[in-house]
Structure formats: structure tokens, C-alpha cells
């Protein structure tokens, strides 16, 4: 059973920057596409970014264009979420996911259906 671990949430300030990284344990992200998602408190939860197993693909919600980069390290099977300019709008607990349909090779989904891995989250909170 492929389970996700998410890490490098923490407490920041508006404008600083955190990497949040998602790895698998025991197995290799390199056959997954992987998608970000997160949820604030009291909101639903909304996509941020996601990479297609390729990597050649990625897609980034409105919000966070420009700010965050999604990107895959393959050497250590992660898959990292570089977030800069942080504002308070980004506070939330931050959600990977992971599916490995052939269908995703070079595209990827912000719909959470589509995958079927999930990990626990990381908060991330932006606040001075």
C-alpha cells in the first residue's frame, strides 16, 4: 500500500518562502503523477499545483501562478512544492496525492477524484 508522507510545513511570515516536499514510503513517486491540494480552515479544499509523471507538464491554480513550483527529484523519488512569497491566503494544511494512470503520463488533474493515494498533510501557516 503506497502511503505519502508530506513535510516542511511550518510557520512563516508573509513573504517568506518553504519547500514542502512528498515522498512514498517504500516505493518510487517516478510512476505517479502527483497533485498538491490544500484546505484552510473552515474552506474547502482547493488544488495548488500538480506534475504529470512525465514532469514535462505541470498546472498551477490561478493563486499561485508565479509563486510556487512544483518540481520532481527522481534520485530521492520526491516530489517538492517550492512556495515563495508566501501570503496569509496560503495558510492551510497542504495535501499530496498520487495516481499512476498510464492517462497521466503527460498531462495532470486538478480533479481530486482522479487520484487515488493521499497523504496526511503538513500546516502551513503565514502569519506575522
Known amino acids: 500500500q503506497l502511503q505519502l508522507v508530506e513535510s516542511g510545513g511550518g510557520l512563516v511570515q508573509p513573504g517568506g518562502s518553504l519547500r514542502l516536499s512528498c515522498a512514498a514510503s517504500?516505493?518510487?513517486?517516478?510512476?505517479?503523477?502527483i497533485g498538491w491540494f490544500r484546505q484552510a480552515p473552515g474552506k474547502e479544499r482547493e488544488e495548488v499545483s500538480c506534475?504529470?509523471?512525465?514532469?514535462?507538464?505541470?498546472n498551477y491554480a490561478d493563486s499561485v501562478k508565479g509563486r510556487f513550483t512544483i518540481s520532481r527529484d527522481n534520485a530521492k523519488s520526491t516530489v517538492h512544492l517550492q512556495m515563495n512569497s508566501l501570503k496569509s491566503e496560503d495558510t492551510g494544511i497542504y495535501y499530496c496525492?498520487?495516481?499512476?494512470?498510464?492517462?497521466?503520463?503527460?498531462?495532470?488533474?486538478?480533479?481530486?477524484?482522479?487520484?487515488?493515494?493521499w497523504g496526511q498533510g503538513t500546516q502551513v501557516t503565514v502569519s506575522s
Open positions: 496525492a498520487a495516481d499512476r494512470s498510464p492517462d497521466l503520463l503527460n498531462m495532470c488533474l486538478f480533479q481530486p477524484a482522479v487520484y487515488d493515494h
Open positions: 517504500g516505493f518510487s513517486l517516478d510512476d505517479y503523477a
Open positions: 506534475i504529470s509523471i512525465s514532469g514535462r507538464t505541470t
